[in-house]
């Protein structure tokens, strides 16, 4: 008769909670820990074993299992559930694990239907990996479907409740005590109790069939007797791969012989192809690749010398630079303008010259860059205007004198006007042929040149006046 709640063990050492599962082959209880204040799961075999002519066969390896996960648990995994003790209250053997706190799969795919891929996957990467190491024990879980997987937070997965000695099916016991989990076991484990590793891989196979679907699989009884299929899973799910797909049916395989022969094997067939490198190629054969390139270079194709692009020069918009920069010169020869003022005209443009170089540096079309030429100089006035003239004695000046220098600005707008378009033009001509430091030399000297061409012209034709 299974233990009540409140009832005490080991000398009031554990006090039953309640009764979490109970099947076939054992019962499994949640009880408290008093001396460590810790909630802890008690597992027991059911007492209708012991009338079974194997009885003591099967608690003979109930205690051999629950031993070697002790000593698993000496070193704990942090996918596997921590053995605590190992005990006997009367006749009753007892094996107490951690209680692992969250929801198992089974749960979780109920409350939120089939699960993706990328959330699936590495759970049941964590709980293979820790199968694997139980297998490396020489034990075989024999159980792990979605009810003994626990998800906890963060993406974590612990597998729970081992099938101990599962193998031994009290022949007193109704087939209802072993079909419990029947779409999650192979049939060979139903049928003759089978401990190959290849029992777990075909289980967590199931298992997540079972996650990425949401429908348990045919059974392998039903596939082994009645020939029944097995739905593939992405028939399904159309959105899982194939590479998932043709993992879970390979796992599936109804006869053991066809599955991948250990758990790390099947792993494999859930990761993503890696990417290999091409063949080394020795150093003879790279040797001879070259000589005979060579050779071909030598020989058979004909050798031509290397030829530049032919640098284009912009001559008309250069022209047109020189014409601008001409008027300009001769504008302020006409006015009398102080060298103060020359020097602050050379300056802006040579100003001009370096915004369009950098701007059409920049990937600027021919608008940007005159845009930029003509704000430039726009600035370049308004310093004038508000700075230089004063310093020159322009600005303020008789009534007379302020509306001279202000038509003597406008000209220079207007001109300037032409020669920013001339000088914007022209740069963006010049990068495609010259760097940003040649092109802002070629049109700095260019408009310096305009303006002393009309210095010079204004000296000659007024030589006599």
Not at 28 to 46: S, W
Not at 212 to 233: E, F, M
Not at 284 to 300: D, M, T
């Amino acid at each position: 008769m299974p233990w009540i709640a409140e009832q005490k063990l080991q000398g009031g050492k554990y006090v039953i909670e309640t009764v979490l599962g109970q099947g076939g082959f054992g019962i499994t209880y949640k009880a408290l820990h008093v001396e460590l204040n810790q909630t802890v799961v008690i597992k027991t075999p059911n007492e209708y074993l012991s009338h079974d002519p194997k009885y003591e066969k099967y608690i003979e390896r109930f205690i051999q299992e629950g031993r070697t996960l002790a000593k698993l648990s000496q070193d704990p995994h942090p996918h596997i559930v921590r053995v605590i003790d190992l005990f006997q209250e009367g006749a009753t053997y007892c094996l107490v694990m951690d209680f692992v706190e969250g929801e198992n799969l089974f749960e979780a795919v109920r409350r939120k239907g089939a699960l993706s891929e990328t959330e699936i996957l590495p759970c049941i990467r964590q709980i293979g990996e820790a199968l694997s190491i139980v297998h490396q024990a020489g034990l075989v879980h024999r159980d792990a479907h979605p009810g003994n997987i626990m998800l906890r937070r963060k993406g974590k997965a612990v597998l729970i409740d081992f099938g101990i000695a599962k193998e031994l099916v009290p022949k007193t016991l109704s087939s209802k005590g072993t079909a419990g989990n029947k779409w999650f076991a192979p049939y060979e484990q139903i049928s003759r109790g089978s401990r190959e590793p290849t029992v777990d891989v075909y289980c967590l196979a199931a298992t997540l069939y079972y996650a990425v679907t949401g429908q348990r699989p045919t059974t392998s009884l039903d596939r082994k007797l009645d020939n029944a299929s097995l739905k593939s899973p992405k028939q399904t799910n159309p959105i899982i791969s194939d590479r998932l797909n043709q993992a879970i049916l390979k796992g599936m395989a109804l006869e053991a012989k066809d599955r991948p022969q250990s758990m790390q094997v099947w792993l494999a067939m859930l990761e993503e192809p890696k990417a290999t490198p091409p063949p080394l190629i020795e150093p003879i054969h790279r040797q001879e690749v070259v000589y005979s390139i060579a050779k071909l270079s030598l020989e058979a194709i004909p050798s031509k010398p290397a030829t530049k692009s032919p640098r284009i020069i912009p001559w008309d918009w250069l022209v047109g630079v020189i014409l601008s920069y001409l008027l300009i010169g001769y504008s302020l020869c006409a006015s009398n303008a102080l060298y103060i003022v020359w020097a602050w005209v050379v300056a802006g443009a040579v100003a001009m010259a370096w915004a369009v170089a950098k701007g059409v540096a920049k990937g600027m079309g021919v608008g940007k860059a005159w845009t930029m030429a003509w704000a430039v100089f726009f600035a370049w006035s308004c310093v004038y205007v508000a700075v230089i003239g004063p310093l020159a004695g322009d600005v303020p000046v008789p009534k007379a004198k302020a509306e001279a220098a202000s038509w003597v600005m406008l000209r220079f707008q207007i001109v300037a006007t032409a020669g920013s378009v001339a000088v914007a033009v022209a740069g963006v001509e010049l990068q495609k042929s010259f760097t940003k430091v040649h092109t802002f030399l070629i049109l700095a000297s260019t408009s310096s040149l305009g303006l002393g061409l009309g210095w010079l012209g204004h000296r000659i034709f007024n030589t006599g006046s």
